[in-house]
């Protein structure tokens, strides 16, 4: 039997060993991490409401109200008032007829797609999917097919051939995000449904780095083609600019009824906290208001410091080698800045990156601070 050493040893040399960094702190643009005090440009919570006042309050008066476990899953005793208003709450914001919320996003993508297409069914996903549609996609044991990053007319050719597998009772999956976790970039959300409606496909789109950010009210990139009554399952996370954690999928009452039957996830996992519940309740309430409002355009502000042409929180800068991309991650560190190097196999082989992203409560100088050592480093990768 081989050693769990040699494993790691192998991660090692090939630069993809990975380790814990501990905050001594709660998540913020400064950080302490041991006796280190650092710029963080590498969080999820993109209008820094994971330490905002007013959510905190609401989190400690919910947990007097409601204690702070739910002690049961939500089919069997676990399911509380909290609960129910949160899905109301986010199928509103989403335009959608119901809403069904799970403890993570990953929890949601490997839940919802083997509940929603099984082996006698086709899905067909972008490339640069996050792992939990992978992971979703791979355990529903539907036949799976990948066309590359925003590539339309692969989609198409896709779409044509599982017309030509499918029986008349398959169902065809198709599945992208709306702004995409390591590039930042869009998806053509309108081609892709018009591909999917001709074809009569479902289509799934993961807003997790849209939602709160993009859109009217912060409602997500479907909101703001208007185009949410065209997609069939609108899933997100409760982790990101929320700044909580949870999943959500949006569906019609049918889809949301046959996954609370099917979603293992969903059935066999303890009902998160309601004070959790309420309180994320509360968060997307904020988004959804003038507060979401100002926290949008102070973070639109702080993203057009750096590069004007983003079209997201999310600022790749792309490296290449393993190494390289450790090395640059480790200078910037040196210097006093956390931006994480991300490697296979988050992004693909050969395209280590720096991942920088932005929030709201960034401060000009720290970022401006941040933009001189990216020219630093630059230089010194051309030379
Ligand atoms: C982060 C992320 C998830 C997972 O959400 P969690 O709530 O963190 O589990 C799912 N999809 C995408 C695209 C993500 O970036």
């Given at each position: 039997m081989r050693d769990p050493q040699q494993d790691l040893d192998d991660l090692t040399a090939a630069g993809l060993r990975r380790e814990l960094r501990t905050l001594s702190?709660?998540?913020?643009p400064q950080i302490q991490l041991g006796d280190e005090a650092l710029l963080n440009?590498?969080?999820?919570d993109y209008l820094g409401l994971a330490n905002e006042e007013a959510l905190k309050i609401t989190f400690q008066k919910a947990v007097a109200k409601h204690?702070?476990?739910?002690?049961?899953s939500r089919l069997i005793s676990g399911t509380m008032t909290a609960h129910m208003i949160l899905e109301e709450t986010i199928a509103t914001l989403k335009n959608a007829p119901a809403a069904l919320t799970f403890s993570s996003g990953y929890a949601a993508a490997t839940g919802s797609i083997p509940a929603i297409v099984g082996k006698d069914d086709y899905i067909i996903l972008d490339k640069l999917c996050h792992a939990s549609l992978i992971d979703g996609s791979r355990l529903s044991g539907a036949t799976m097919r990948v066309f590359p990053h925003n590539d339309l007319q692969k989609l198409s050719d896709h779409l044509h051939w599982a017309d030509r597998k499918k029986t008349p009772d398959s169902r065809v999956l198709v599945i992208t995000e709306?702004?995409?976790?390591?590039?930042g970039d869009l998806a053509p959300l309108r081609e892709i449904c018009g591909l999917t409606q001709r074809h009569g496909a479902l289509l799934l789109v993961d807003e997790a780095h849209a939602f709160g950010i993009i859109g009217p009210r912060g409602r997500g990139l479907a909101a703001q083609l208007g185009m949410e009554q065209q997609i069939d399952f609108q899933m997100g996370t409760?982790?990101?600019?929320?700044?909580l954690t949870g999943g959500y999928l949006c569906a019609g009452r049918a889809w949301i009824d046959l996954l609370l039957n099917r979603a293992r996830s969903f059935i066999y996992s303890t009902a998160p906290a309601p004070a959790l519940a309420e309180t994320i309740t509360a968060s997307l309430n904020l988004i959804a208001g003038e507060r979401g409002d100002d926290l949008r355009s102070k973070l639109r502000e702080n993203i057009n410091i750096l590069?004007?042409?983003?079209?997201?929180?999310i600022i790749p800068v792309v490296i290449g080698a393993n190494e390289a991309a450790l090395a640059a991650s480790q200078k910037l560190r040196e210097n006093g800045f956390l931006v994480p190097a991300i490697r296979y196999p988050t992004v693909p082989r050969g395209t280590a990156r720096l991942r920088i992203t932005l929030s709201a409560p960034h401060r000009e100088e720290d970022i401006t601070a941040l933009q001189d050592q990216l020219v630093l480093l630059k230089r010194n990768i051309d030379s």
């Open positions: 702190g709660p998540q913020r440009f590498s969080s999820n204690g702070v476990g739910a002690g049961s709306s702004v995409f976790s390591m590039d409760f982790s990101k600019a929320v700044g590069d004007p042409q983003a079209n997201s929180a």
